[in-house]
């Protein structure tokens, strides 16, 4: 004999064909459904990770991960501040900047942030050097007042490389004719874009010691850290401010931009929760294959009573069927979701090709890709969630069918 028994009686009732074809079609939409509703849920997940580390990728491209900033003074003997950082295991890049208000003119005026780097240094903290559309970040020469654009700033001002740019800083200088703005004519070298606004239309990047002259800084106004782990940013600034000597402020990435990452945190679950429905739906239809198939054999269920089948052996019978069915549409939408998550970038370009449609267009979105990033840790949790619906839809039909008397059952057979 086959062992055990429940697991041999329900795989012969569902290789065996039925009488009633119509339970047969309710079991294969049943299996489609949470096929597809597992294929959705791995998608969209995968989906609200792409933008996430899209986001990740821009933000923190231009955002160090810590910052330290003197207190209303500049980082004092700023080379052994950076000896200091690098003695920290978690920091991976340090580099000093000057960073400060001015505003623009070129044919029209803008207001911007003016960030003073060392084109040697910044490569280690930020990938602005990876976004230039126009010229490169080693044309900031020191003393050559050059001075690069995000792109819509240089839209907005008019200007393009080789052009000149007059930068006004908000404070005066006091000259016999009375106080005027402290301004500097800066060349157009370089425009980058980064793909976020907040950069793209309010940053110039100007020589670090070029800042200072303009400023009349005796040092920079901070060091910026990138680290090996980014929620480590907060703790790692603090320990080396300390060891610094002096009054000094510590922020990190999380301050200025985790609105952004909990919204999308906040979205990522509301989308598991909704399409969780989905599976929910086809778990419905699995309730309802089982309640009808138990009714389709309540002869033979009452026969297996007869030759000593306990009830709870004729629960699993039915358990084991209905595990069977959530099993297959669980692999199936596994196959599918993952298959289309690691593809889905490509697909979208071939559907816009195609059909000359746009999912993100780049006049309207900074993100125009249809950007998939599949975790297999959400895959597993997305797996284990469905087969335990699957599991729990098989308990009222197991629990109908081995209530079942074998005297009524059989009375008219």
């Keep these: 004999m086959f062992r055990p028994l429940e697991l041999f009686i329900g795989l012969r009732y569902t290789r065996a064909k039925r009488r009633n074809h119509f339970i047969s079609f309710i079991s294969l939409v049943s ?35 810590a910052t330290i900033e003197g207190v209303d003074e500049t980082v004092r003997d700023w080379p052994d501040a950076l000896k200091l950082a690098y003695a920290n295991k978690h920091v991976l890049g340090a580099a000093p900047y000057v960073e400060r208000q001015a505003m623009l003119q070129g044919t029209h005026v803008s207001g911007a942030i003016i960030r003073g780097v060392m084109p040697d240094l910044e490569p280690k903290v930020s990938d602005v050097d990876r ?37 006004f800083a908000p404070e005066f200088s006091a000259t016999p ?49 990138r680290l090996d782990d980014m929620f480590q940013a907060y703790p790692v600034g603090r320990d080396l401010a300390q060891s610094l000597g002096q009054d000094y402020r510590v922020t990190d990435w999380m301050q200025g931009h985790s609105n952004f990452f909990k919204a999308i945190a906040m979205e990522k679950k509301v989308m598991f929760l909704i399409l969780s429905l989905i599976v929910a739906v086809a778990v419905f239809n699995l309730v309802s294959t089982l309640v009808m198939l138990v009714t389709d054999k309540q002869a033979d269920i009452a026969i297996l009573r007869t030759l000593g089948q306990s009830p709870r052996s004729i629960m699993g019978t039915f358990m084991v069927q209905g595990i069977l069915v959530g099993t297959l549409g669980i692999a199936l939408g596994v196959l599918f979701g993952v298959l289309l998550s690691l593809n889905l970038t490509t697909i979208a370009h071939w559907i816009e090709q195609t059909f000359h449609v746009t999912f993100l267009s780049p006049d309207v979105y900074y993100i125009s890709a249809l950007p998939s990033d599949l975790h297999w840790p959400d895959v597993i949790w997305i797996t284990v969630t469905a087969f335990v619906f699957c599991t729990l839809a098989t308990l009222y039909p197991a629990r109908r069918a081995a209530k079942t008397e074998p005297a009524a059952a059989l009375r008219y057979e």
């Design 131 to 167: 976004h230039m559309r126009k010229g490169k970040l080693d044309d900031l020469v020191a003393g050559h007042f050059g001075i690069v654009l995000g792109s819509e700033l240089a839209m907005t001002l008019g200007v393009d490389v080789g052009d000149f740019v007059t930068v």
């Design 177 to 225: 004719i009375g106080a005027i703005p402290r301004m500097k004519r800066f060349t157009v070298v370089g425009i980058f874009e980064v793909g976020m606004q907040e950069y793209d239309s309010g940053l110039a990047v100007v020589n670090m010691q070029d800042a200072q002259t303009l400023y009349r800084l005796d040092g920079p106004t901070g060091i910026r850290l």
């Design 31 to 65: 299996i489609l459904g949470i096929a597809v509703g597992v294929t959705a849920l791995i998608t969209v997940i995968s989906v609200m990770n792409g933008f996430d580390k899209e986001l990740k990728d821009r933000i923190l491209g231009m955002v160090a991960h």
